[in-house]
């Protein structure tokens, strides 16, 4: 069974500092990881998909990277605003279109 | 596009009420998915579908039925409500998401709040 965990469980940080986004998963046969953002309140949106052949997706500001020998992924935020503020989540897939989440980062970036 | 719409956005119902959560997708995506996100479990798979007249069950779909008539739709059927099933729920939809494509990211709707009372 697929376990999901991401680390810390909330963050807060000063506006301009780099910072990293932890996920954990306990089975390495994944199709792909996704990292997404979540706002109080609303749906889910994709920042960044990393096939299982891949080892880093890059956009923007933002930097994830997979390893899936150790059952990892971390996301890289550079030079966080404000507006970076929302809860980040983690999701690999599996060959059986089986998604599973972890419970999220919950960041908030300090003006 | 109008993208993920799910119908409707708040609901509370009474213990043993059924109802029908709504979701459809203007994107022709032929993967569709329901989800339940509870405090501190993250998003939940309940079912799932690979295209129209295919679906499956995914992690908890105990209380739960679906139907996938159309591309489009793809409504989440509570028969008997339980206080268990009081959550927030949201559909997605993706082109195919083992395709092999770079882009099949899953699309999520705004949810829909639903209190078992």
């Known amino acids: 069974k697929q376990e999901v965990t991401q680390i810390p469980a909330a963050l807060s940080v000063p506006e301009g500092e780099n910072l990293v986004l932890n996920c954990s998963f306990t089975?390495?046969?994944?199709?792909?990881l996704q990292w997404f953002r979540q706002d109080p309140g609303k749906g889910l949106t994709s920042l960044l998909l990393i096939q299982s052949s891949q080892r880093e997706q890059t956009s923007g500001r933002l930097n994830a990277s997979l390893d899936k020998s150790s059952g990892r992924s971390t996301l890289y935020i550079a030079a966080s605003q404000p507006g970076d503020s929302a809860t980040y989540l983690c999701a690999a897939l599996r060959n059986n279109n089986d998604m599973r989440f972890g419970a999220g980062t919950r960041l908030t970036v300090k003006p | 596009n109008a993208g993920v719409t799910q119908t409707p956005k708040f609901q509370v119902l009474k213990t043993g009420q059924s109802m029908t959560l709504q979701c459809a997708q203007d994107m022709n995506h032929e993967y569709m998915s329901w989800y339940r996100q509870d405090p501190g479990m993250g998003l939940r798979l309940i079912h799932y579908?690979?295209?129209?007249?295919?679906?499956d069950q995914g992690e908890v779909p105990n209380g739960y039925n679906v139907s996938r008539s159309t591309t489009e739709d793809f409504p989440l059927r509570l028969l008997s409500a339980a206080p268990s099933q009081t959550s927030v729920y949201f559909c997605?939809?993706?082109?195919?998401?083992?395709?092999?494509?770079?882009?099949?990211?899953?699309?999520f709707g705004p949810g829909t709040r639903l209190t078992v009372l």
């Open positions: 579908s690979v295209g129209a007249g295919i679906t």
């Open positions: 089975d390495s046969a994944i199709y792909n």
């Open positions: 997605a939809s993706s082109p195919n998401p083992t395709s092999g494509s770079f882009t099949d990211t899953q699309y």
